[in-house]
């Protein structure tokens, strides 16, 4: 009996950790493109996925729109901001000299800025989304919500869907192009500020996507873009730029917190997560998979 | 020729003795602020100015060295509570805690800059904003820093007594600010003369090509550990002032947020300029809001805009609009001088070229 109820709350545990996981899987896979493509480093990427759950949390709640066309709705919204974004400041920005430093720096004057705005514009106050999927699954005694499997599937797909985009299709191959060598790619054809646009439109629309998912399983609020923190600890780990890097430090994380925060306490197990992270960015300088980042000229 | 000397030199004596009477004014309008301003409200502003400046002449400093930090803020609170617990709870007067916070920082940058000063680029930018989180977290966390209600109470520094002359006790703002502008000089002098002598060529050189200086015999981490370390102190030392000066400190001051308002002020007076910029930026963006009356809530989003639209359209800053500032020069067309000043900045070869005079 004993056993039966450790395989269950061990299987509750896998799957709470795949779920978190595999969303910043994708958080940080769409930070990682913009980053590896365009050289910006994004901090304002935890706003998007604030704005992508708070614009599902209006569809669904105060226009009673079905979750799935929300959820289109708030991964489109997303990117076509990113876009935006990108055509207003960030494009005039890696026109000049310093574009490093004043990338980063714009980048955090938008973090300031969306966040304030949502703290004045939607309250302090958290705001739940009723969970869509309620049911539990139930096999040999070991018990599953079904909102977490959807999640699980969800997120699944759309990381296949990236990685079609990616590896199939011509925007793709340009991407991965002048992510490897700008000029040479210019030279061959491929106009780079566009495909810095469609990569900042698809990291955004990631973003707006994973906090499409989350909105019904955690409450939504505006401090839900302090995320990028656990972006960048992913990045660190996984190495920048790098998508499988990304792909196995995001599992890794997911999985840690969860049964770290069942067995130990979520403040410790924190502090225990980032030492474990700076003992090997100590002795790999790139993180897991990746290469040490180059210097930049300031 | 001799005639062109002594023109030469008479123009060196004038231009010298004009810097100095325009410092001079500086100083008297600095030393005069307090008592002319308004309320002493003013004179609180002016306070946080000189901390602010000294916080982005530190961002300023390793900006040099080629490093994008997000940690100076951090720095700042590890000061502050070096300071305030050494004197809360160990009972050590201000004026010992003060020096000791300063190379407590110091010691701590040196720690964690070992471990972060490996590789330049995103990844340093990234780890200074995650090890900022995490000094948050942990002021919050642990019972011994007061957990998120931070310590309060802290005491005043000691009156100061000097001979023939009334103790100076510090109960008004206007003390506070002569201490907060020694300190600033303090701080101005030490990093002045750490750009004039050779480490501040070698910072140079590195800001303008790591590769370059590299391979020239610059030790890179070597270089930017002395700058992390020097530039941590030096907002440390601003800490422990500020701790004591305010009374109380909460882990909140002292996150990652504080950072992008230090990047405002170094970047609106102009990165070219290592203490002006800073001065004049931070001055700019303290009075300014409190004369416009812009409230607390709406404030970052103004920052938030302001920072935005000065890095697309003002990337030099104020003071980079009137001065004749020259950029440095490229690196690829300049090679043979930039090599040129990094060969004079080792410390090995000046010797060799000493001996062969």
């Known amino acids: 009996m004993i056993s039966v109820i450790m395989a269950s709350i061990l299987a509750q545990l896998v799957v709470d950790g795949l779920a978190m996981g595999l969303v910043y899987v994708l958080l940080a896979s769409g930070f990682n493109l913009i980053i590896g493509i365009s050289g910006i480093l994004f901090l304002a990427y935890g706003q998007f996925y604030m704005l992508g759950a708070y614009i599902l949390w209006g569809l669904m709640v105060l226009f009673k729109v079905p979750f799935f066309i929300s959820l289109c709705v708030a991964t489109a919204v997303s990117g076509i901001l990113g876009g935006i974004t990108y055509r207003l400041i960030f494009q005039r920005i890696l026109s000049m000299k310093r574009q490093f430093l004043n990338g980063i720096v714009a980048a955090l004057g938008l973090l300031l800025l969306i966040g304030q705005a949502a703290l004045l514009g939607f309250g302090t106050s958290s705001r739940g989304v009723g969970s869509v999927f309620t049911g539990i699954l139930e096999a040999g005694g070991i018990r599953i919500s079904v909102e977490r499997l959807v999640l699980i599937i969800l997120a699944l797909a759309v990381l296949l869907g990236l990685h079609l985009l990616l590896q199939r299709t011509n925007i793709g191959r340009g991407m991965r192009a002048v992510s490897f060598a700008p000029d040479i790619a210019a030279l061959q054809g491929v106009n780079p500020g566009r495909t810095f646009l469609v990569a900042m439109i698809v990291g955004c629309a990631l973003a707006g996507f994973a906090g499409g998912i989350m909105a019904p399983v955690f409450a939504v609020s505006p401090g839900m873009g302090a995320i990028v923190l656990l972006i960048l600890l992913v990045v660190m780990l996984g190495g920048v730029g790098s998508m499988p890097g990304a792909i196995i430090a995001g599992l890794i994380l997911g999985l840690t917190l969860s049964f770290g925060q069942y067995f130990i306490g979520t403040g410790l197990v924190q502090i225990l997560f980032f030492a474990v992270i700076g003992f090997i960015v100590f002795f790999r300088p790139g993180g897991l998979l990746g290469q040490p980042t180059e210097e930049l000229p300031i | ?357």
């Open chain 2, 1 to 357: 020729m001799g005639n062109l000397q002594k023109n030469y030199l008479s123009k060196w004596v004038n231009w010298r003795s004009g810097k100095v009477v325009r410092l001079g004014i500086l100083a008297v309008i600095l030393i005069l602020l307090p008592v002319v301003v308004p309320s002493p409200y003013y004179v609180h502003l002016l306070i946080m100015v000189g901390i602010n400046a000294v916080l982005a002449m530190t961002f300023i400093l390793l900006l040099r060295t080629g490093l994008i930090t997000i940690a100076v803020a951090a720095f700042w609170g590890i000061g502050a509570y070096a300071s305030a617990l050494l004197v809360v709870r160990l009972d050590l007067p201000f004026w010992l805690a003060l020096p000791a916070s300063t190379i407590i920082t110091g010691i701590v940058a040196f720690l964690v800059g070992y471990v972060l000063v490996r590789r330049g680029g995103i990844g340093f930018v990234i780890q200074t904003l995650v090890f900022a989180f995490i000094i948050s977290l942990v002021f919050g966390t642990f019972d011994v820093f007061g957990g998120y209600s931070g310590i309060y109470n802290i005491p005043r520094p000691e009156p100061i007594c000097l001979p023939f002359l009334a103790p100076i006790e510090f109960t008004s703002k206007t003390p506070y600010y002569y201490l907060m502008l020694f300190l600033v000089l303090v701080v101005v002098l030490a990093f002045s003369a750490f750009y004039a002598a050779w480490t501040g060529r070698a910072w140079r050189a590195i800001g303008l090509s790591p590769r370059l200086a590299e391979s020239l015999g610059v030790n890179l981490f070597r270089y930017r550990i002395l700058a992390f370390v020097i530039a941590s102190a030096a907002a440390g030392l601003m800490g422990s002032f500020f701790a004591h000066y305010y009374g109380s400190i909460v882990p909140g001051t002292f996150g990652p947020f504080k950072t992008i308002y230090v990047h405002v002020y170094a970047i609106l007076g102009g990165i070219g300029f290592a203490f002006f910029g800073p001065v004049i930026g931070s001055f700019i963006m303290t009075i300014v809001p409190e004369i416009l009356r812009i409230t607390r809530e709406v404030e970052p989003i103004v920052t938030g805009l302001v920072i935005i639209l000065l890095v697309m359209f003002l990337p030099d800053g104020l003071l980079g609009l009137s001065s004749s500032w020259r950029r440095p020069p490229a690196p690829v067309k300049n090679m043979a001088r930039i090599a040129r000043w990094i060969r004079a900045s080792l410390p090995a070869n000046r010797v060799d070229s000493e001996k062969m005079k």
